[in-house]
């Protein structure tokens, strides 16, 4: 079987095409018949190629770290383009960071003064740090990434004015495949980066600093958690989700 | 050294007389053309204006039902006849010196001031021709832009996605051995992994949309296909357009911003829930522009927002094309001008294998050299003679429209 067959029988033609093309275009000709045989065996293209694009960009990937989403991606491209109008310097707090994608992307803008990202596993953080190396060209803010459990109120003292989070949301009783989750991602994705539920937005509502025009923005799954429960809950001034 | 001097132009002038007569003859410009490049064509339009312009000139004087339309008119052509009175003198001093360069027995302190003289004469020469050029043609708008060009199989089943390919080939080797740079902006492979399905070609180097535009059209292919076991020849076609580059910022006087209702733009979304359920690879995005139905659809990148960036480029380049197409249209109905304007649909030429050859069906010119043509080496010389035969075409529609309709309204 050629390296497309042997993908085509696990994915629709056109997106085995495209990921063989990938995979030639970015990985050396010795590693092909090996990230081919992965890629058949659903690891994450991510995770085989190394990296994933992210807005302006590239972040790296690692198994036991969670691989950016693409709506994450777009969510976090608007909000951007929300954050770039405020004035005067903004300073950010982000939960949940995993590989740092959405605190180093906001860091890239000309307004944003600092960024403190935490999270609970030791191996994000660790690949925070190698994005943050691979971005510097691109971040303009100071950028901390700090180790922090938000269930435990490890939170850390900050003067941030913006709240950002994409926290695991995906509750115990749905990851599985019954309950919309790929087969790829259950096999080889850190667990504790998705599964969560309202405890996360609940956290978030405790404010960690006491100005009171903090604003907060959260990204949330519709189908697991209520729009409605978090405007009525949270009274921060602005909740942008999506 | 005065004497000298009133000596050349005594000389200079006599020889100016003795040319200034046959220039006059459409027969004769030949010379001139050799030394100034204006097309012949062009210049028996510029008679005929110096024409017109007597006519208006009578007509002003014995003030009969003369209209704010003729003074305007007048006034335009006026400048046109002056820069062609000037070009005439310019090329008779030209000649003139020339001729006389070419004398044995000239004097050596003469000759040397005649070089001078010439030197400085064919400096205004060529500044004066080129703008009487620029206001007997008007320019092909966007000729000073960079291009896309998009490539598309046509007739022929899977030989015309192998020959689409041939030509992106070729397209890319002529950017090489011009040194223009490039970027395949999209490609989407054939299945079979033989051909494309399509692709869009970006050359990133200022003119070359003039300099391309020619290849817009059907491209048509006759050769024993791979594909064929029983060795018969087979014909299929591919379709090539050309559009000129937008830039997609402020800086381009072209940039347009689009309203939010005007643009839809689908990512392609996760099967299922989407979010953090799945890690998908897709990052395809279709744009549709809604007042025109355009769509383009990009897949190329991992990054979503790079090809975003793609299909707006190429959007953008659409849409000035279908802007400049309307416009030339009804420019056309205007004059009431009955020259045809090659089609998109049109088959423009034939790459031949069994007989070598390359015809191009718009000039009736063929070289008998395919692979120099598909290795881009010889490209450029079809597109010479394609560009030649267009330039006379425009001439001469513009000749039959001052020649038919004596309304000047396309200087």
Known sequence: MSWLQVLKSKFPASQAAQELRWIQQELPRSQWQTAVEQRANLVPLQYILGSQPFGDLTIKCKPGVLIP??????????????????????????????????????????????????????????????????????VKAEVEFHHGDLLKHQLPQTSATLLLSNPPYIPREHFNRAGGVEESVLKYEPEDALVGNLE??????????????????????????????????????????? | MKRLYNDLREVINSHRRLKFKSIHTYGSTRNIQEQTIIHPLLLKRADVLKTELKQIGDKMSSSAGFTISDSKKFARITQVVELYDRFVKQSADFSGLKEMLSEPDLDESLKEEAENELKLTHKRLMETSNMLKAKLLPPVPYADRPCLIELRPGAGGHEANIFTNDLLEMYVRFCQINHWPFEIVSKNEHPSGKGIVDATLMINEQGSFDRMRHEAGVHRVQRVPETENKGRVHTSAAAVIVLPKIEADKSDPEYRKFKSDELRIDVMRARGSGGQHVNTTESAVRITHLPTGISVHIQDERSQLRNKEKAMQILRARLADLEMRNRMAREREQRNEQVSSVDRSDKIRTYNFPQSRVTDHRCNFTLY????????????????????????????????TIETDSSLNCI
């Open chain 1, 200 to 242: 996360f937005y609940s956290r978030a509502h405790q404010k960690p600093s006491p100005k009171l025009d903090l604003r907060y923005q959260i990204r949330y799954a519709q189908k697991y958690t209520e729009r409605h429960w978090l405007e009525t809950k949270l009274e921060y001034s602005t909740v942008y989700v999506r």
């Open chain 1, 69 to 138: 989403r693409n709506d994450t991606e777009e969510w976090c491209e608007e909000l951007k383009q929300v954050i770039k109008k405020r004035n005067g310097p903004v300073e950010v707090l982000e939960y949940c960071t995993g590989s740092g994608c959405i605190g180093l992307s906001i860091a890239t803008l000309a307004n944003v003064k600092k960024v403190l990202s935490l999270d609970i596993s030791k191996e994000a953080l660790a690949l925070c740090q190698e994005n943050l190396q691979l971005n510097s060209a691109k």
């Open chain 2, 369 to 400: 050299d395919l692979e120099g043509c598909l290795s881009g080496e010889r490209l450029g010389e079809l597109m010479d003679n394609v560009a030649r035969k267009e330039t006379n075409d425009r001439i001469a529609g513009i000749l039959s």
